[in-house]
């Protein structure tokens, strides 16, 4: 059963440029969340998100950043007109949704430079 | 805005001592978890502790919660080197919320 995906793992992007970064859940997970993660720092929560539907947006910045999860395929954190502030490591989770423990498992992360 | 404090920061220990990291949340959850991270990879999950007087023990680590106090604390037990790494705790709102908020994270560095 593979895990959490995350591509590509490392991304270099100049100032100006797009950013795209792709999460494939676990199977069986419909509950995605997206999590970024700035040097010696700990993971701040960003966006919150179930098959076609944004649950939560709350830690997300109000310009450039936009997330979705389409019916079909991964989840997409997109960075528009990236700045160096930008340049972290974004991390996606899966958890099932179920009553109980809603377990979030991490993938690999993407650590996203900007030059 | 929840809050959630780690102490130590950094810490340092020589193998084979034990020693207590502590998380600190500032107001009501009904779910915590102790996550551990190696440099430049991502989040394992070690421990979620679910109700008061909660303990739950994986090899040399051993995690309790006390959500009266707000405290959740991981004792290290006869420390090794390979238990270096950082330690995050995190924590949902209240009950019934998903997104999760961290902790400064605790980096434990074990001396042979």
């Known amino acids: 059963n593979a895990g959490v995906m995350q591509n590509p793992r490392h991304l270099v992007r100049r100032r100006g440029q797009e950013a795209r970064l792709r999460c494939s859940p676990m199977?069986?997970?419909?509950?995605v969340y997206w999590y970024r993660q700035l040097p010696e720092e700990g993971l701040k929560f960003m966006v919150y998100?179930?098959?076609?539907?944004?649950?939560?947006e709350s830690g997300m910045p109000k310009e450039r950043f936009s997330a979705e999860f389409p019916k079909e395929g991964p989840s997409i954190l997109r960075i528009q007109q990236v700045v160096r502030g930008d340049s972290a490591a974004y991390f996606c989770a899966s958890s099932p949704g179920l009553a109980g423990t809603n377990e979030q498992f991490f993938g690999p992360g993407t650590r996203l430079t900007v030059l | 805005e929840l809050k959630v404090e780690q102490n130590p920061l950094f810490l340092s220990m020589q193998e084979g001592k034990n020693y207590t990291i502590y998380c600190n949340y500032s107001t009501t959850s009904d779910r915590l978890y102790w996550y551990r991270q190696d440099p430049g990879k991502s989040l394992e999950s070690l421990f979620v502790?679910?109700?008061?007087?909660a303990v739950k023990q994986e090899g040399r680590l051993m995690a309790s919660l006390d959500t009266k106090a707000r405290l959740s604390t991981l004792h290290i037990t006869a420390a090794v080197h390979d238990l270096s790494a950082t330690y995050f705790c995190?924590?949902?709102?209240?009950?019934?919320?998903?997104?999760?908020?961290f902790g400064t994270g605790t980096r434990l560095t074990v001396i042979p």
């Open positions: 998100l179930q098959k076609e539907n944004i649950i939560d």
């Open positions: 995190a924590v949902v709102r209240g009950s019934g919320a998903n997104n999760l908020f």
């Open positions: 502790l679910l109700s008061n007087g």
């Open positions: 199977k069986g997970h419909s509950h």
